[in-house]
């Protein structure tokens, strides 16, 4: 089954956070993505640019409004996501769990849905 | 078969329905993959039972005759709806399939699919009140009526909560296991967390009129011995231990007309001493494991009550010793409370009251009416009059209970008398 793990964090830390931080995590995004890759779990995933990069688009009465920022001011920003193949939700958990962001921020971790062939 | 056989089959069957109906379900959920499928296929089961088991004669072991029966109707079934719906089809034919041999069904089996039920239910996924409703309702064989009236909330919205739950399990794939050794910690924390809610519930009702509602109680404390029987870990017996404990005190805990009469003023000849000397056993036996935590030692500060015969003769010193191991495994500020509590009886209501006011000051439980009525009766014992009436009074805006809001009223209406007549 797929899950979408979204990574949620405080990203106003990340300006904060001394250099070799930044790369120790890095470094330990970019281990946890070949371990995963190599338990054939990985399906996708990126890294997303800060929320105030975002811009919101709803599209009312035909007419597209488009405003500045994420769709929430959030205390946690959405900075990234895996899309993994697992089992069960345990299995997703444990994935998730391993994602470097868990122990600062969560990682919400939804099933994808599976529509039935018609 | 004469008419009395037939009654005497159909007895058995009630009885059997009563005794075993969960096992049997937690089984079929397993081989059926669903809640709702193995419902009705255990009713499904012990109807064929009732048609069959008079004319046939009973089983030689009916459990494994009930969950065979069970899978066959569920594939009769799936045939039955795969005229309308071609899914079906295949899904019986899967379910057939995987067939089990029925002497698969032994109670080892069995065993393992009630614990692997327990830990679906509890699983920490689902909210706290999700798993609470579900474990009540496929666990313990509880109605829904039952559960909403025991919980005062309305029984639609229990039922929704279920559904919810069932739903969530489906569609994030909750699996039906039991969780792995490395797992087992968190996920039997959960379950026991579960366990304590109910057990807390039946306890001491979080508001109406009655303090203690006695199902519930009953009700975990049952579910906690079948997990100590299936999965022994420390911290399910000490748990079990502090339910049976607490309960043990429970006829002496409100008077004929529902009053509060707390620890120090029980009539503790109206213990119950068996539950007391089962509550003391289970609690060296957690202790002795080395690895206990939390629920032993609120266990063991129970059993360090039980164990005096007047309140007088109450072991403070190893109370407080217990709440010191306690508030390093578990920091929370009731734990400190309680503690000051245990500590004011050993060293006197001066230090604790410093105490009191020192976790009141960090603000933590501003809101929660017994540390207020703490400080309250501390002040009382300091002979410090005006400060205990304004702490009874913010604790009785503070609680809804109807018997322990008149505890405190009696409280000030004491003190108050106490100030309307000064002492020489």
Not at chain 2, 243 to 248: P, T, V
Not at chain 2, 334 to 352: H, K, Q, S, W, Y
């Amino acid at each position: 089954m797929k899950y979408l793990c979204l990574i949620y964090d405080d990203e106003s830390r990340r300006g904060t956070m001394p250099k070799e931080q930044l790369d120790k995590m890095m470094g330990e995004y970019g281990a946890f993505t070949e371990g995963i890759r190599k338990s054939g779990q990985y399906i996708g995933g990126e890294a997303l640019q800060p929320s105030q990069t975002a811009t919101t688009v709803r599209v009312r009465q035909g007419k597209i409004s488009t405003t500045d920022g994420p769709f929430a001011e959030t205390k946690e920003q959405l900075g990234g996501f895996y899309l993994i193949n697992a089992t069960d939700l345990n299995e997703a958990i444990q994935v998730a769990s391993r994602i470097p962001s868990a122990r600062s921020g969560s990682i919400e971790v939804r099933p994808i849905r599976v529509f039935d062939a018609q | 078969m004469s008419a009395e056989a037939d009654t005497g089959v159909r007895e058995l069957i009630e009885a059997l329905y009563r005794s075993d109906s969960r096992r049997v379900l937690a089984t079929l959920i397993r081989l059926l993959g669903g809640f709702d499928a193995a419902e009705e296929a255990m009713h499904d089961a012990f109807t064929a039972a009732l048609d069959s088991w008079p004319s046939d004669g009973v089983p030689e072991n009916p459990r494994a005759w009930l969950i065979s029966a069970g899978r066959f109707k569920a594939i009769d079934r799936l045939r039955r709806g795969a005229r309308f719906d071609a899914a079906l089809a295949a899904a019986a034919e899967r379910l057939e399939a995987s067939a089990p041999p029925v002497s698969d069904f032994t109670d080892d089996t069995l065993e393992d699919d009630r614990l692997r039920l327990i830990f679906t239910c509890c699983h920490p996924a689902l909210s706290a009140d999700a798993r609470i409703a579900l474990t009540l309702r496929e666990v313990c064989g509880l109605g829904t009526e039952q559960i909403a009236h025991a919980f005062l909330i309305p029984a639609p919205t229990l039922a929704q909560r279920i559904v919810r739950a069932k739903g969530k399990i489906r569609d994030a794939q909750i699996p039906y296991q039991v969780p792995s050794r490395a797992e087992l910690p968190e996920r039997l924390e959960a379950v026991l967390h579960v366990l304590y809610l109910v057990f807390n519930e039946g306890y001491s009702a979080s508001s109406g009129e009655t303090v203690v509602r006695h199902d519930l109680s009953a009700e975990a404390i049952r579910l906690g011995r079948l997990l100590v029987e299936l999965l022994p870990e420390p911290e399910a017996i000490g748990l079990l231990a502090l339910m049976l404990l607490h309960d043990a005190r429970r006829p002496a805990r409100t008077s004929l007309a529902g009053e509060l009469i707390l620890l120090d003023e029980q009539d503790r000849s109206l213990w119950n001493r068996e539950q007391i000397h089962e509550g003391l056993a289970l609690v060296e036996q957690a202790l002795a494991s080395r690895r206990f935590g939390p629920y032993t030692l609120q266990a063991a500060i129970a059993a360090v009550h039980a164990e005096a015969s007047t309140a007088a003769a109450t072991d403070w010193r190893q109370i407080v010793g217990l709440y010191d191991v306690l508030l390093r495994v578990e920091a929370s500020p009731v734990v400190a409370l309680n503690r000051a509590a245990a500590l004011a009886m050993r060293d006197g209501p001066e230090i604790g009251l410093a105490l009191v006011d020192a976790i009141l000051a960090r603000g933590e439980l501003a809101d929660y009416h017994l540390a207020h009525s703490a400080r309250a009766d501390l002040c009382r014992r300091l002979g410090r009059p005006q400060e205990a009436i304004a702490a009874y009074e913010r604790s009785l805006a503070l609680t809804t209970q109807a018997p322990e809001r008149r505890f405190i009223e009696r409280r000030l209406a004491e003190l108050r008398a106490d100030l309307g007549n000064p002492r020489n």
